[in-house]
């Protein structure tokens, strides 16, 4: 049962990957696709690998260990553009992307937050709590404003460089640091309504084995607030 759950989460990467792809095709704008494989012990690798071999701009990062905080700062390094989109495999929207590459110049970055007002968490009632507990303890260390800070975000590839030297978590909160270094350096983070249905529980709370990247050249053209 093992091996064919694992032969379905393979079929969904490359199934997730290619409406991804599609997705920003149809945007109409420079862009590049950077997956991050994250140490899997099983043939996901030769399928991005075969993946990426049809599609010129798709390019994949591939760590010998699995490491959630790592997967995400080598994704962040390796992406070229102006705003970066990170995306668990199996979590991504095209609402989020579009509205991503509209954000008003006065925002460093934008997440999917799952704990508004607006939001719909269908996740496990063990993540929703999980969730709200730590974003409880980071209001309380840190003071930061923010109400979740996994799952989407888009942030600016200039911000991304000015901080994420700094960071010193290399697990599970790295991006949570990010973020916080990023809104406590003065910039302003925009948080949308996230919409969420959990397609296949994690090993841990905040675990994945597969992140997507996409990066696009800046629009001056249109924004949003």
Excluded: W
Excluded at 85 to 91: E, K, L, Q, V
Aim: glycine letters at 4%; hydrophobic letters at 40%; charged letters at 25%.
């Amino acid at each position: 049962s093992s091996s064919a759950a694992s032969d379905v989460y393979k079929r969904q990467v490359i199934d997730s990957a290619a409406q991804i792809y599609d997705i920003c095709k149809r945007m109409g704008k420079d862009f590049e696709i950077i997956f991050v494989e994250n140490g899997s012990q099983d043939s996901t690798l030769e399928l991005i690998t075969d993946f990426i071999s049809l599609n010129q701009e798709c390019k994949v990062v591939n760590l010998e260990f699995a490491n959630y905080g790592n997967a995400l700062k080598q994704g962040f390094l390796e992406a070229s553009n102006d705003i970066v989109i990170s995306f668990d495999i199996d979590y991504y929207s095209e609402d989020f992307l579009k509205t991503a590459l509209k954000l008003d110049t006065v925002y460093s970055a934008i997440t999917a937050s799952k704990r508004l007002m607006k939001s719909n968490d269908g996740r496990r009632l063990i993540r929703r709590i999980a969730t709200t507990s730590f974003v409880f303890l980071l209001k309380l260390l840190f003071g930061t404003n923010l109400t979740d800070t996994h799952g989407i975000k888009a942030i600016r590839n200039s911000s991304i460089k000015n901080q994420i030297d700094n960071v010193v978590s290399t697990q599970d909160i790295f991006d949570t640091e990010l973020l916080i270094r990023i809104e406590r350096s003065g910039e302003q983070i925009l948080e949308v309504p996230a919409n969420v249905n959990e397609i296949r529980p994690s090993v841990s709370v905040l675990y994945t084995s597969c992140l997507l990247y996409t990066s696009y050249a800046a629009d001056e053209e249109d924004s949003v607030d």
